[in-house]
């Protein structure tokens, strides 16, 4: 059974559809605005950095797209230079194990890989607290593009209060995450 820390409520699904920053559909624009470190969350997130010699220092991927099975074009463009940490996080829950190993792979030296079994959507949202200011998450908009979100502190704020409102522990989240807040 995987830990939980908190869980996404029906109420939220619709405030997470508005993307946390301007979205891209090319990647070479994209990274001529994105600080470091550079966080990828999904697999063709990931896929598109990759395909212009980009290795994200964190990625996180899951195999899926919109809940199908990647392409395995999509799926061999992680980089095999990266150390790869397998973690559990099931769908609309951050487990305790995601959230460990994001903000260890962080504060790692070497490039990492997040290979989520379950999901790994929701990650982009801790990834924000966890980044340092000036870092940059970049995370898939169905359909659109890519968001970047540029890690700043109102753009902490604005994250750290929509993950105040997930269902569970989140005194657990932001201790986990360790973003600077006193809660």
């Keep these: 059974m995987t830990d939980s820390v908190v869980l996404l409520p029906r109420a939220l ?5 508005e993307p946390l920053g301007p979205i891209f559909t090319d990647t ?6 994105a600080g470091s470190p550079l966080v990828a969350v999904g697999d063709v ?6 395909s212009v010699g980009v290795t994200p220092d964190v990625a996180l991927v899951d195999g899926l ?23 559990e996080n099931p769908a609309g829950v951050l487990t305790h194990d995601l959230l460990s190993a994001l903000v260890g792979a962080i504060a ?3 490039a990492t890989v997040l290979v989520v079994d379950g999901e790994e959507d929701l990650a982009a949202l801790p990834a924000v607290l966890a980044v340092p200011e000036g870092g940059s998450v970049v995370y898939g908009q169905p359909n659109e593009g890519m968001v ?4 700043t502190s109102a753009v902490k704020e604005q ?9 569970g522990d989140t005194e657990r989240l932001f201790s ?3 973003d600077g807040r006193n809660s």
């Excluded at 070479?28 to 605005?33: F, G, I, V």
């Design 159 to 167: 994250v750290a209060d929509l993950l105040s409102q997930m269902d």
């Design 65 to 87: 797209t919109k809940r199908d099975t990647v392409e395995p074009e999509i799926r061999d463009a992680v980089s095999d230079d990266a150390r790869h940490v397998p973690v």
């Design 176 to 178: 986990l995450v360790d």
């Design 108 to 110: 790692a030296p070497e």
């Design 45 to 50: 997130v990931t896929y598109h950095l990759e």
């Design 148 to 151: 970047l979100v540029q890690v």
């Design 28 to 33: 070479e624009r994209l990274l001529e605005s």
């Design 13 to 17: 699904r619709s405030e997470l559809k």
